[in-house]
T-cell receptor, first 113, second 111 residues
């Protein structure tokens, strides 16, 4: 079955710096890759997603890149702000698999003013 | 857009007691529904998913069960809670596509 590994487990940056979180997946049939942000005590919220027919997607300060050959995808946050501090989860799923998401273990991002 | 409701928001239960958590979805029809558990400071573990009324698939053997009596209602149950059942239980819905949206969750503490 699918396995998703996420690195780093913790990331500390200064406000205004960029942050990059990387995930690798094992199932080459996976074709949908969402990223969720979870603030303390809250539900995970979708922040961006990408499908396998696209190499990069941007939404203001966040972007996701996908390398299908290497089976890895990354989240990039530019000009980080203290409110970006949260746990970020990557996930992967494939069509025909009931859209089951396989999640990475999460990255705790701390943005220091 | 879909709205997901979960109740109760928090629950403290003794070991050995029964459990019933409810999830309802508005704004979509025939969604795929999912139950996840998140232990403190940990990741998301898929427990059950359902693609239609009465159709339940289990991902992890355990003393929990799930039911889907109506199209937009998903229930998580247990006959006898264990200490290890403590956690944050999240219901998610994928209506008409791949994207899953999460409900607000139920925080369960088993003592």
């Amino acid at each position: 079955g699918e396995n998703v590994e996420q690195h780093p487990s913790t990331l500390s940056v200064q406000e205004g710096d960029s942050a990059v979180i990387k995930c690798t997946y094992s199932d080459s049939a996976s074709n949908y890759f969402p990223w969720y942000k979870q603030e303390l005590g809250k539900r995970p919220q979708l922040i961006i997603d990408i499908r396998s027919n696209v190499g990069e997607k941007k939404d203001q300060r966040i972007a996701v890149t996908l390398n299908k050959t290497a089976k890895h995808f990354s989240l990039h946050i530019t000009e980080t702000q203290p409110e970006d501090s949260a746990v970020y989860f990557c996930a992967a799923s494939r069509s025909g698999g009931y859209n089951k998401l396989i999640f990475g273990a999460g990255t705790r991002l701390a943005v220091h003013p | 857009s879909q709205t997901i409701h979960q109740w109760p928001a928090t629950l403290v239960q003794p070991v050995g007691s029964p459990l019933s958590l409810e999830c309802t979805v508005e704004g979509t029809s025939n969604p795929n529904l999912y139950w996840y558990r998140q232990a403190a400071g940990r990741g998301l573990q898929l427990l059950f998913y359902s693609v239609g009324i009465g159709q339940i698939s289990s991902e992890v053997p355990q003393n929990l069960s799930a039911s889907r009596p109506q199209d937009r209602q998903f229930i998580l149950s247990s006959k006898k809670l264990l200490l290890s059942d403590s956690g944050f239980y999240l219901c998610a819905s994928a209506g008409g596509g791949e994207t899953q949206y999460f409900g607000p969750g139920t925080r369960l503490l088993v003592l």
